[in-house]
C-alpha cells in the first residue's frame, strides 16, 4: 500500500535517529507532510521530504511556540526518550528528575501543545513510544526507565479516554531491543563499565531475544504509520508490542 498518509500532517519528535528518523522517512513515504524535530537539527540531514525544526522537548516554550508556528495537526509522534541504566542504588534524584522530564513531561508539553488544534480539526492520532520494560515487564538495571515508560502508558490511556468522543486517538508502541545509535552507545558503555567485549555486551542482548536477533527501526516504523493512519481507525488506548516475543 501506499499514499496511507496523504493529506495529513505529523509532527514527530527525536527523528534525529533510530526509530524517530525510521518513522519520519516512513512518514515521508506515505505521503505525510512531515516536520521532523530534534533537538541537534544536524543529526536529520538527509532526511528527505520532511521540514526539519530544532526543538527542546524539554521546554514548554519551545514546544509550545512549534504548536503556533505550524498549527493543527493530524498526527502527534513522541519519540523523545532516554534510557538509565542502573537500579535504585544508582538512580540521584537528578537522575530521576531528568527522566522523568524527557521521558514523560515531554510527552505532556506536545500533547499540550498539540491536542487542541486536533479538538478544532475534529480528529488525530497520537502515537507515544513507550517500551516492553516497565509495566509490562521487569526488566533488570532498567529501574527509572522502567518507571517512565510506564507512566507513558498511563498517559497515553488517560488521554484517550479522556477525547475518545471527540474523534482523538492516542496509543502506545512498546519496542523491545532496537537496532539503534542509542543502543550501540550504551553497549559501548556497559562493556567498558564492565570490562567486557563489546561483541560480548551485543550477543548478550540477542540472546535474551525470543526470535533470536534485535528488531529494526523500520519494523517500528510500520506499526506507527499503521497507528497514524485511518486504517487504525477503531484502536485507541492501547500498547502494541513489537518486542520479538520479549514479553511472552
Not at 130 to 146: C, D, K, L, Q
Amino acid at each position: 500500500m501506499a499514499g496511507r498518509l496523504v493529506g495529513k500532517r505529523a509532527i514527530l519528535t527525536a527523528a534525529g535517529a533510530g526509530i524517530g528518523r525510521a518513522t519520519a522517512e516512513a512518514f515521508v513515504a506515505e505521503g505525510a507532510e512531515v516536520i521532523a524535530t530534534d533537538l541537534d537539527i544536524t543529526k536529520m540531514e538527509g532526511l528527505l521530504g520532511a521540514t526539519l525544526h530544532a526543538l527542546d522537548v524539554r521546554s514548554s516554550d519551545d514546544v509550545e511556540a512549534l504548536a503556533r508556528q505550524y498549527g493543527p495537526v493530524d498526527i502527534l509522534f513522541n519519540c523523545a526518550g532516554y534510557v538509565h541504566h542502573g537500579t535504585i542504588l544508582d538512580c540521584s534524584n537528578a537522575d530521576w528528575e531528568f527522566s522523568f522530564d524527557l521521558n514523560v513531561k515531554s510527552m505532556h508539553r506536545t500533547i499540550r501543545a498539540f491536542l487542541p488544534g486536533m479538538l478544532e480539526k475534529g480528529k488525530g492520532s497520537i502515537v507515544n513510544v513507550a517500551s516492553g520494560a516497565g509495566s509490562i515487564r521487569g526488566i533488570p538495571n532498567r529501574y527509572v526507565y522502567g518507571a517512565t515508560k510506564a507512566a507513558v502508558i498511563g498517559l497515553t490511556k488517560a488521554v484517550a479516554a479522556d477525547f475518545i468522543k471527540r474523534g482523538i486517538r492516542c496509543n502506545a508502541i512498546c519496542p523491545g531491543t532496537i537496532e539503534s545509535p542509542s543502543l550501540d552507545d550504551r553497549i559501548a558503555t556497559l562493556a567498558h563499565n564492565s570490562g567486557q567485549a563489546v561483541d560480548a555486551v551485543r550477543q548478550a542482548f540477542v540472546d535474551r531475544q525470543p526470535m533470536g536477533r534485535l528488531g529494526t527501526p523500520y519494523e517500528i516504523a510500520m506499526l506507527a504509520v499503521y497507528l497514524a493512519s485511518d486504517e487504525s481507525s477503531y484502536t485507541t488506548g492501547q500498547t502494541h508490542l513489537a518486542d520479538g516475543g520479549f514479553a511472552l
